[in-house]
T-cell receptor, first 113, second 107 residues
């Protein structure tokens, strides 16, 4: 079955360490997105990519970095510059950017101690 | 003021009750999505609407473009419907999400 795989489901890191969250899709979608979810708030866009080797900052990109070397993969690195990294991170994809039909992953809950 | 507002924020009901969750938005949109998030965190897309009404099983979603309002209804609610329901509006470049409505259905 096609879908998005995010791993790991839970991640713990010490403060000051960079950490990379994985997002892989086998839907042949061009566009991929990373969102952050905090309690009581809506999901907020961190980064998005419309095509391989291209990505754009979202609303809250500071302290994060991404790459898009392959169509299937859009990893997110949470750097030590991110002031408050503990959150739930969701990856999503669409056939093309702005298209209908979002598919979401199951998310990664990151806790920084 | 948030661009997408959901009400209520929390809703507890008994099994079998008719449930309504509301979503109001203030921006121009090309479509509106209703999403379901279970306790594990993964999100499932329930509906995508640009006009009128859609039905899937016990779930019904409606949208009024002129009033910038959408509702999600659940008929004959069941404890397995307990989840967070999220409204998201699709603008030109991205989705804008509401804060979600936490629904708990008691047996």
């Amino acid at each position: 079955d096609g879908g998005i795989t995010q791993s790991p489901k839970y991640l713990f890191r010490k403060e000051g360490q960079n950490v990379t969250l994985s997002c892989e899709q086998n839907l042949n979608h061009d566009a991929m997105y990373w969102y952050r979810q905090d309690p009581g708030q809506g999901l907020r866009l961190i980064y998005y990519s419309q095509i391989v080797n291209d990505f754009q900052k979202g609303d809250i990109a500071e302290g994060y970095s991404v790459s898009r070397e392959k169509k299937e993969s859009f990893p997110l690195t949470v750097t030590s510059a991110q002031k408050n990294p503990t959150a739930f991170y969701l990856c999503a994809s669409t056939p093309t950017q702005g298209a209908y039909g979002y598919t979401f992953g199951s998310g990664t809950r990151l806790t920084v101690v | 003021k948030n661009e997408v507002e959901q009400s209520p924020q929390n809703l507890t009901a008994q099994e079998g009750e008719f449930i309504t969750i509301n979503c109001s938005y203030s921006v121009g949109i090309s479509a509106l999505h209703w999403l379901q998030q279970h306790p594990g965190g993964g999100i499932v897309s329930l509906f995508m609407l640009s006009s009128g009404k859609k039905k899937h099983g016990r779930l019904i979603a409606t949208i009024n473009i002129q009033e910038k309002h959408s509702s999600l209804h659940i008929t004959a609610s069941h404890p397995r419907d307990s989840a967070v329901y999220i409204c998201a509006v699709q603008g030109a470049q991205k989705l804008v999400f509401g804060q979600g409505t936490r629904l708990t259905i008691n047996p």
